[in-house]
């Protein structure tokens, strides 16, 4: 969820609920005088007990960090990154009697253990910063064409770049997966447990 700026609030919901059991709580608004509430609604699925881990950064906001407060609340996923930008609010467009229109704040988005994301954000469990050329080069990587218009040293350079958090998650990953192959079949519980291990 790096550089994702968000969606709408039922895809987000339709992200968590493949991962939760059904009528788990995934996020509530709260306005002045209203409460909604969203929950989980998906059927059985073989990524219930997968170990997941989310990768977010500053340009996380919205959905995906509704996304990321919810897994992360749950135990359900190891969240690794740098913390998020913090845009957690509804608005509301009232149209005036001049015929334009005031966007205004009428709510807020809450996490299941009721921790706000507005102007908060999400702090990662495992914190992974990455310098500016780190991040730089990332982006240029991840972008169609991103490095096409460089000259041959620069591109080979960043062809040849690391990812510090790709590659810290893909290690913990790898450890869980190796935890969870070390436990009893009939211990249900290994998943949840490798993954609260990896993120004390």
Request: glycine letters at 8%; a neutral charge.
């Amino acid at each position: 969820l790096r550089w994702n700026p968000g969606g709408l609030l039922d895809q987000a919901v339709e992200v968590c609920q493949k991962f939760l059991p059904r009528n788990q709580l995934v996020v509530s608004t709260e306005g002045r005088s209203s409460i909604q509430k969203f929950t989980a609604k998906g059927k059985v699925d073989e990524l219930r007990n997968m170990p997941i881990l989310v990768l977010v950064n500053v340009g996380s906001a919205s959905a995906s960090e509704i996304v990321a407060g919810c897994l992360q609340d749950l135990n359900r996923a190891i969240i690794l990154g740098e913390k998020t930008f913090g845009k957690g609010s509804v608005q509301s467009i009232i149209p005036l009697d001049d015929g334009s229109a005031l966007r205004l704040t009428t709510a807020k988005y809450y996490t299941p253990s009721h921790k706000v994301i507005h102007e908060v954000g999400i702090t990662p469990n495992v914190v992974v910063p990455v310098t500016d050329e780190e991040e730089r080069d990332i982006i240029l990587r991840r972008t169609p064409g991103g490095i096409e218009t460089l000259d041959e040293r620069e591109r080979d350079r960043i062809k040849n770049s690391h990812d510090p958090q790709l590659d810290r998650a893909t290690d913990l990953l790898k450890g869980i997966l190796l935890f969870t192959e070390l436990k009893p079949e009939k211990d249900s519980d290994g998943k949840m447990a490798a993954i609260k291990a990896a993120r004390n």
